[in-house]
């Protein structure tokens, strides 16, 4: 992956970027997203946040190469606080991260957020806490995607502030829409999470010590929900 081939993981991400954003890219790492948009002129600007020195360093550098330091601007800084309102943001970007540190990221930062930007948002697992931040704080999930990768399986959630809405724990658990849609990826995914959580559920019963009962009642209720969803 570079700023001229993005993993399929980015491309999807590029797929949700409303055309001439004004984009922050939080946790850029290379600022492969931002310098592939700017280069097909798919967006006016973008910040690019990091929070690490050696990444940070790594998205100057390509920014650099690509002579695009009029038009990024890469900043080491915690989350969103990258953004100045001056910058006049219209799209979020988070990916590649855990769901909960984007979930906090977004909840530190929320004084950053003037609730027009959209969030394109692509957690690594945390998915469910993610959503729920996103229900309590008004946001509307518009678009939810899952792809595979390099054997992995990847989330998308797209997000626009848009007045209170109302999820049920399993439209939480599994995405709203990804419920309603139950597209083969996304059944694939959930199988081999089933699997998993069965695994689970027999190395507890082996186990020795005993397990707190409500991590287990925890884990087989979300097997029940898997188990009714692939019926
Ligand atoms: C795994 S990389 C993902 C890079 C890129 N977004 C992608 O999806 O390919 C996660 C990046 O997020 C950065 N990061 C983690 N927490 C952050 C925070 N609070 N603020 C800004 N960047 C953060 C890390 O330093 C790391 O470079």
Redesign the pocket.
């Known amino acids: 992956?570079n700023e001229q081939t993005l993993?399929m993981?980015?491309e999807r991400?590029a797929a949700h970027m409303p055309a001439g954003a004004r984009l922050a890219?939080?946790?850029?790492?290379?600022a492969?997203?931002p310098v592939a948009l700017l280069r097909r002129g798919a967006i006016a600007m973008a910040v690019a946040?990091?929070?690490?020195l050696t990444?940070f360093r790594a998205a100057e550098r390509t920014v650099g190469e690509n002579g695009l330091e009029q038009q990024i601007s890469v900043r080491l800084?915690?989350?969103l606080a990258?953004i100045e309102p001056e910058d006049g943001i219209t799209a979020i970007?988070?990916?590649?991260?855990g769901g909960e540190?984007i979930r906090?990221?977004l909840d530190s930062g929320k004084a950053r957020l003037s609730g027009q930007e959209r969030l394109i948002l692509?957690p690594?697992g945390g998915e469910q806490p993610l959503r729920q931040w996103l229900m309590e704080n008004d946001y509307r999930i518009l678009c939810e995607e899952v792809l595979r990768e390099n054997r992995f399986y990847y989330e998308i959630i797209v997000a626009e502030r848009a007045g209170p809405v109302t999820y049920t724990a399993e439209e939480l658990y599994f995405g709203p829409l990804q419920l309603q849609a139950r597209n083969p990826i996304f059944l694939a995914k959930w199988q081999r999470l089933l699997c998993q959580k069965q695994k689970t559920l027999t190395s507890f019963a082996k186990a020795r010590q005993a397990v707190p009962e409500e991590k287990l009642q925890d884990i087989a209720r979300q097997a029940r929900w898997i188990t009714e969803l692939l019926a």
């Open positions: 992956m993993s993981r980015l991400v890219d939080i946790g850029s790492d290379h492969y997203l946040g990091e929070v690490a990444p800084a915690n989350g990258a970007s988070l990916c590649g991260m540190t906090d990221i692509q690594n």
